[in-house]
């Protein structure tokens, strides 16, 4: 689970001129990631491909660290996509609608009547968050579960003990149910696996050599754990690939992905009516993809978490760009680093971060010692310290290490947290997402 201390969620948007870069400067690239390594701010790897040709593809940290060993990421590493899985559902789901097998229109009772609402839950509404079916992943049951494999029968089983959120098409709302339902509907159809689907109408037929259904982590064909940065890298549980399905179950590579989302809008998957579709968005949500803003230009993607891994794809039609980024350990923000990436693609105003920070005795940091309650939000604040590193834990959240900047002043990068101590006044000022929050210590 990612720390952080105010739910939000994030659709990257990135402000970018319009000016194709004809030159790339790999150069800033290459000095963007490698300090990104250098400081543990990231681990992952990109690819850039314009007109079909990748361009720039870079790989940074480890697949694998254990006390014996530090396996170097590199392009051919694989990472758990997440939900840039449900991309993939999507087109087969298209697939099967051109080859008349299934509808739009068609309903869920057609493949499970018990499912609530299954009367009046379309394709469609399964496709752009429209069904109201409760977000399995969001109930609090879910971590107890998440490390243990699942039959289809249990996972539809979770899905239906949920009242739903909302009546169908009544409004949108993300929900990971869709889409492990969708894939169990192309199974149902085509009686043949996801796996095998996955493999018939994508990966063979536009040749993506390491694009699959994950199972257990195997990094002896240069699959990637994911960890997360606690002083140190430290590995993160493995959901069981049977749980996410076709919502978040796919393994591929930075290259791979941009290759799958080019041959998507050069028609090689689905027709153009298909992909219009896809791309229609209401509400926020397309069937199976987002609208990512840039100034007046748009791209089109979907962006994905599970576990420790983060990852981004993106197409921008109007410059025949694609961008995939996947990550096995975040701290600096992947949406911080994506906004680098294209703002030296683009040739825009950008400074490489240099991640500065100062060093503290630990006998100076007794003066930040303390619980800190706000009257702004209902959460305390604990401080403590490990050493001579700070750290701060919220209610009922994980704590997480702070970096010291300058004086009286920590940064946590990985939720884009800051924390400004005044000592005299027995107070802290937390900065996140734009707020300010005062906190007071309490005696």
């Given at each position: ?16 001129g319009?000016?194709?870069s ?28 314009h007109?079909g040709?990748?361009?720039y593809?870079?790989?940074?940290g480890?697949s694998?660290?254990s006390?014996?060993e ?10 758990r996509?997440g ?21 739009l ?10 499912i ?6 379309t ?32 996972m539809?089983?979770?899905v ?8 169908p ?15 169990y ?11 095998k ?12 050599e ?17 960890y ?18 076709g ?6 590579t ?15 998957l ?7 579709q ?28 599970i ?24 701290v ?59 750290i701060a834990?919220?209610t ?18 990985q ?29």
């Open positions: 689970m990612k720390t952080k201390i105010i739910s939000t969620i994030l659709l990257f948007t990135f402000f970018l319009t000016a194709y004809q030159s790339l400067n790999k150069s800033r690239l290459d000095s963007l990631f490698s300090i990104l390594f250098e400081k543990n701010k990231a681990m992952g790897s990109l690819s850039l491909s007109n040709t990748v361009i593809t870079r790989a940074i480890y694998l660290i006390d014996n530090k396996k170097p990421a590199s392009p051919l590493t694989k990472y996509i939900s840039i899985t449900k991309m993939f559902t999507s087109a087969m789901i298209f697939q099967l609608i051109e080859e008349g097998k299934i509808k229109t068609t309903t869920l009772n057609t493949f499970f009547p018990h609530p609402n299954a009367d009046k839950i394709i469609s509404n399964l496709l752009n968050h429209r069904s109201g079916l409760h977000n399995f992943t969001a109930d609090a049951a879910y971590l107890s579960y998440m490390t243990q494999p699942k039959t289809p029968d249990e539809v089983e979770i239906s003990k949920f009242e739903p959120d909302f009546q098409n009544e409004k949108a709302a993300y929900s990971n149910s869709n889409y492990i339902i969708l894939g509907i192309i199974e149902k159809i085509t009686k043949e696996p996801y796996s689907n996955l493999t018939k109408r994508i990966t063979s037929k536009i040749g993506l390491s694009t699959y259904l994950g199972s257990k982590t195997n990094v002896n064909t240069n699959e990637s754990y994911s997360q940065f606690e002083g140190n890298w430290k590995q993160q549980p493995e959901t069981d690939m049977s749980i996410p399905g919502a978040g179950s796919i393994v591929s930075p290259t791979d992905l941009t290759k799958f989302i080019e041959a998507l809008f050069s028609l090689k689905v027709s153009q009516n298909s992909l219009d896809m791309k229609t968005i209401t509400d926020g949500y397309g069937m199976g993809m987002f609208q990512i803003p840039f100034n007046a230009k748009k791209a089109y993607g979907h962006n994905g978490g576990d420790g891994f983060g990852s981004t794809l993106a197409y921008f039609p109007e410059d025949n760009l694609a961008i995939a980024y996947c990550t096995n350990g975040q600096y923000p992947m949406n911080n680093i994506l906004i680098g990436v294209l703002s030296i693609y683009f040739n825009q105003p950008y400074s490489i971060p240099t991640f500065k920070t100062v060093s503290i005795k630990e006998e100076d940091l007794d003066k930040y010692l303390g619980i800190y309650a706000s009257t702004q939000i209902p959460l305390k604040i604990t401080i403590s310290k490990n050493g001579a590193t700070l834990q919220a009922g959240q994980s704590s997480f290490p702070l970096e010291a900047t300058e004086k009286d002043k920590f940064k946590f990068d939720a884009g947290v800051i924390m400004e101590f005044n000592p005299d006044k027995n107070e802290m000022t937390l900065k996140q997402g734009g707020g300010n929050f005062l906190f007071t210590k309490e005696k």
